[in-house]
């Protein structure tokens, strides 16, 4: 991994709330965040993809013409237009690790902002923005604003309060994606083109969870530059905080998860991270450029699968112009740098591929390496377990080796379509394991388990237990917490009849 750079550490903008103290994103040891600020040195920047991206696009891409007769009053008028147009892709988050129970919770139709913050009152919570994906209700954020909260909600410009589940998340990559029970929501869409230093820039969000209940903040600056790294945030968080866009656009602490547009309204990047302002400085926002490989990312949490990493188990520094000449390359033979082998472990990929320390990798899997952070997101990228190239450069002489990297160990934070949950009446539900063990008894064709219960639970007097499996509720099949959150939504809560899985089925009730 690339070696941290100088600064303290630079806390992101999901934001955890209480009755009296404002404190940092949840874990954080930043006590009144928002009211000291923080200075972060971004002295190791990556230049990977955003290189390609800092050529100017052709005229004909820009469509907000201007002219002579092009004022100030059009470009407000514009800005207007843009933001009254996405505001209604864009969402407040409320999330809690705290038990909230209770049917009003889980319906969309029984709860308003206004009952939402009374609920919330007594607990800490984590604020935080989104955007919609897709109009069936999937909505994308960072998973720090989720990551282990069992109770999530969201608002939208137009005041309506949803409960939302998680469908997957990358704690690598700070991506999540949430789904609600709600359809024809306004999509938020993805800019064609290439992020430009110098364009402006849309923020729309939840800044200090103040659009709780509705009507998004709205600040506009311009890219200020691309390929930054946080790399100190990146060692601190376990996750890979680089070739970022950083903004001048206001970003505060609830802005995290939400969208920063161009200025014809697209999605140019997730906000994620921020310097927060303080006397010398008027705070410096960052955020997740929209590149194919987030799309992608973006579209396999969608679907529940889990996104994989590779590696191949070394540590790597950006080689110095000594250290490129010393290792045989020749100004301007490879690129412009390359990365240095530091050291390798045992038995690991590149230890079978025979890299060694002292190394200078300058071409991975077909592309000059720039740098070893570069290094570092390609090796990740790569397919896993497939054959690869690596040119080196060892002692004066190329080598071409060939690797495969290995799957990088997931996160047990990690939700995919098998670790979804979902808390209702005292009960945790889940998905069946995929290998779980039914003593001889055959295995229901769908179903839910119950992770867990509460001794308070309605149901345990009907004999509902740990491992018990819901097949039915309110008389329709349910086999994952997708199918569990549409049917609460649209059922009476004295509807919600479940039936379990028994060699004499039992159909238990509440509300009766």
Request: hydrophobic share 40%; aromatic share 4%.
């Amino acid at each position: 991994m690339p070696s941290p750079g100088d600064g303290l550490f630079l806390r992101l903008p999901g934001l955890c709330m209480s009755v009296r103290i404002l404190r940092g994103a949840r874990g954080s040891t930043v006590a009144l965040l928002g009211f000291s600020g923080l200075l972060f040195s971004c002295n190791s920047l990556g230049l990977s993809s955003s290189r390609s991206a800092r050529a100017a696009a052709p005229p004909d891409a820009r469509k907000l013409a201007l002219d002579d007769n092009f004022g100030i009053a059009d470009l407000e008028q514009h800005f207007e237009e843009v933001a009254q147009r996405v505001s209604a892709s864009v969402v407040a988050i409320s999330a809690t690790d705290a038990k909230v129970d209770g049917d009003e919770a889980l319906r969309s139709d029984r709860i308003n902002p206004e009952k939402l913050a009374a609920m919330l009152d007594p607990v800490d919570r984590t604020v935080g923005t989104g955007f919609v994906v897709d109009s069936d209700g999937y909505i994308v954020t960072n998973d720090h604003v989720i990551a282990n909260c069992d109770n999530i909600w969201v608002t939208t410009d137009t005041h309506r309060v949803y409960p939302a589940v998680v469908v997957g998340t990358d704690p690598r990559s700070d991506l999540a994606v949430l789904k609600i029970p709600a359809s024809h929501l306004t999509v938020a869409k993805f800019a064609p083109n290439l992020v430009r230093r110098g364009q402006w820039t849309i923020a729309i969000g939840n800044p200090y969870g103040l659009a709780g209940a509705g009507e998004m903040a709205v600040s506009v600056g311009i890219v200020s530059a691309l390929g930054r790294s946080l790399p100190k945030l990146s060692t601190k968080e376990d996750r890979l905080y680089c070739d970022l866009i950083q903004t001048t656009a206001q970003i505060n602490p609830g802005n995290s998860g939400g969208p920063l547009f161009d200025v014809q309204g697209n999605v140019i990047g997730i906000n994620a991270a921020v310097i927060l302002p303080q006397k010398q400085t008027n705070g410096i926002g960052f955020a997740i450029p929209i590149t194919p490989r987030v799309r992608q990312i973006i579209a396999d949490l969608k679907e529940g699968r889990e996104v994989k990493y590779g590696r191949l188990g070394v540590r790597v520094v950006s080689a110095t112009p000594q250290e490129l000449r010393d290792a045989g390359l020749g100004d301007g033979n490879i690129g412009e740098g390359g990365a240095r082998v530091e050291s390798v472990e045992s038995n690991s990929p590149a230890a079978k591929a025979k890299l060694l320390p002292g190394d200078i990798i300058a071409k991975f899997n077909g592309q000059d390496i720039v740098d070893s952070e570069q290094f570092v997101r390609l090796v990740g990228e790569a397919p896993v377990e497939h054959r690869l190239t690596a040119v080196v450069y060892r002692k004066g002489k190329q080598l071409k080796l060939h690797l495969a990297t290995a799957p990088r160990p997931a996160p047990q934070a990690a939700i995919t379509r098998e670790s979804q949950r979902f808390r209702w009446c005292g009960m945790l539900l889940g998905p069946i394991p995929r290998h779980w063990d039914f003593a001889g008894s055959p295995r229901p064709n769908g179903g839910l388990m119950v992770v867990a219960i509460d001794p308070q639970s309605p149901f345990i007097k009907e004999g509902v237990a740990q491992g018990s499996i819901i097949t039915t509720i309110a008389g329709k099949a349910v086999s994952d917490v997708l199918q569990l959150q549409r049917i609460l939504n649209d059922t009476a809560p004295n509807a919600c009849k479940i039936q379990l899985n028994k060699p004499r089925s039992a159909m238990v009730s509440i509300g009766e």
